[in-house]
């Protein structure tokens, strides 16, 4: 699951090829992941009849004892606290939850290039310690147009149709495939993807998380609102760009 990190100011040379890490706030009460703007515009980012895990929700707390019950392993620090963790093995299609324009991209890192900040026992093949890990990760930023963003992180690889995209502000619709889902970054060498809703900052690959619900059947059928929860999983009904639907 994702790390926390100390996040360092990029450089002019990085700022279109940014790398992502995952930060997080608490949400006090259980209702953290109400309605937001973008709501029911989503749909999980995977492609359809396939069902995945949420290792982590929403970041929430007992109103009454003030114990946290989602998103608690590492989504705690500050902006995150909306983020989802997805269980997807490595090398699983990611397609866009939503439409919109490719902001940023960073697909240079080996799928291998993975790990934490403190050693750990019996490391997984490839794990590094590593204080700049938390920058160093593949990731995709779609940016809506309406103010926020929708961040894909810890990507094996980016296609190279993104990738060209993302110097150019080229558009993609939903389901579109955005690159596979892997481990790249400050994951423990864990493959899952780290999907949040931001803040759009020009530049700025990271930046305070939104709700976000999704349209899923599944995912409605079991939330009303729409926030998928934390330990269950969920059928996508996402279908890949191209693909009859």
């Known amino acids: 699951m994702t790390q926390p990190f100390r996040r360092r100011p990029l450089t002019p040379a990085v700022s279109l090829l940014a790398v992502a890490a995952v930060l997080a706030v608490t949400v006090a009460g259980c209702g953290g992941a109400e309605a937001s703007s973008s709501a029911a515009a989503y749909r999980l980012p995977w492609p359809a009849g396939s069902a995945e895990p949420v290792l982590q929700g929403v970041l929430t707390t007992d109103p009454v004892s003030g114990s946290c019950t989602s998103g608690c392993a590492t989504h705690r620090d500050d902006g995150m606290h909306f983020a989802l963790d997805f269980g997807l093995p490595e090398g699983t299609p990611v397609l866009a939850a939503r439409g919109g324009t490719v902001g940023l991209a960073q697909g240079s890192w080996s ?60 558009t993609v619709a939903q389901g579109e495939m955005l690159g596979s889902s892997g481990k790249t970054g400050l994951t423990q060498c864990r493959p899952h993807l780290h999907f949040q809703v931001e803040d759009t900052v020009p530049a700025d690959w990271f ?4 709700p976000v619900s999704f349209a899923d059947a599944a995912v409605t059928r079991d939330a009303p609102d729409g926030v998928p929860v934390e330990g269950r999983s969920y059928v996508s009904d996402n279908v890949p760009s191209g693909a009859p639907r």
């Open 207 to 210: 930046t305070a998380s939104q």
């Open 111 to 170: 799928p291998s290039h993975c790990g934490g900040l403190t050693p750990i026992a019996d490391p997984p093949p490839g794990y590094l310690v590593n204080g700049l890990m938390g920058n160093q990760a593949n990731f995709v930023r779609i940016d809506h147009g309406d103010g926020t963003s929708a961040l894909y992180m810890h990507l094996r690889d980016v296609t190279p149709a993104i990738l060209q995209k993302a110097q150019s502000g080229g």
